[in-house]
């Protein structure tokens, strides 16, 4: 059996991009741990880390983690660090490498799941979860699979939210076109259609950013309530890329590598 460390940015992250891939590796026996950079608040601390270790809990973690840092925010002004907290886009890189390389290193984890060079969209705590997991796999040898999403898919989903009144998103057009990741550049495909209802229960499982004001709470609200087929139709695949992967066939098995 493996051990897999998923590494996110904020709470929520780590069932928007590897939920399912989660369920089905505990399902399988695999040890799941999760560790997300930063606490979920702008300002003073909230219950986002309680609703993330429900998460984790209902995706099957054995152990869920915070790196110690405040959230950064979208957008172009990076306001000041809360009382007692930095925000993850000012911490030091190595800093925050050698305190995720300490969990690596404690769990012997044979798999790192961090982001892909974008960050997914451009958000600065998830660039920089690219970095720092980038450094820790460098500091404890450890394989590196980055989540992602077909950059494709990303203008598609983009343009077609952009025409639903009340579910504009933030992201520009020129944002979406560089968001995630060309889809030949993906080695690795996961198809959780399965574990679907667990991946929406541990959406849910996320009461603030649910039940907050804005656009995306809205995009929260309709996924938790949509039913379970419906939601498994648009969230039931998950992708990866492996960084230095040689040519070959999109694997199902985030635990096979196709790396030269």
């Known amino acids: 059996m493996a051990t897999v460390l ?17 369920i089905k590796l505990a399902a399988q026996g695999h040890r799941v741990v999760i560790v997300v950079a930063c606490d979920g608040a702008m300002g003073t601390p909230n219950s986002r880390l ?8 209902i995706l099957g973690a054995a152990r869920a983690e915070h790196l110690g840092y405040a959230d950064s925010g979208h957008g172009p002004v990076l306001y000041p660090d809360p009382p007692g907290r930095v925000r993850f886009a000012r911490a030091d890189p190595a800093e925050a490498a050698g305190r995720l390389a300490a969990l690596i290193r404690e769990e012997n984890a044979d798999l790192l799941l ?22 820790a796999g460098e500091l404890t040898g450890v394989r ?10 990303a203008v598609q989903v983009s ?41 929406q229960a541990a959406l849910a499982a996320h009461r603030t950013p649910v039940y907050a004001r804005g656009r995306a709470s ?14 498994a ?10 960084p230095g992967a040689a040519p070959g066939p999109v694997l199902d098995d985030i635990l096979r590598s196709r790396s030269g």
């Open 6 to 22: 998923a590494f996110h940015a904020h709470p929520d992250d780590e069932v928007l991009l590897t939920g399912g891939t989660l």
């Open 50 to 57: 309680e609703e993330f270790r429900a998460s984790a809990a």
């Open 114 to 135: 961090s982001y892909d060079s974008q960050g997914g969209y451009g958000h600065r705590d998830h660039i920089m979860v690219h970095q720092v997991g980038a450094m």
């Open 144 to 153: 590196v699979l980055e989540a992602t999403v077909p950059r494709e898919l």
């Open 159 to 199: 343009s077609a939210l952009s025409r639903l009144n009340g579910l504009v998103t933030r992201f520009t057009p020129e944002e979406a076109r560089a968001a995630g990741t060309p889809r030949a550049a993906i080695t690795h495909r996961v198809d959780v259609r399965r574990y679907a209802r667990r991946k």
């Open 218 to 231: 809205r995009l929260f609200r309709l996924a938790v309530a949509l039913p379970v087929p419906l939601f």
């Open 233 to 242: 139709l648009l969230a039931g695949r998950e992708w990866f890329a492996e």
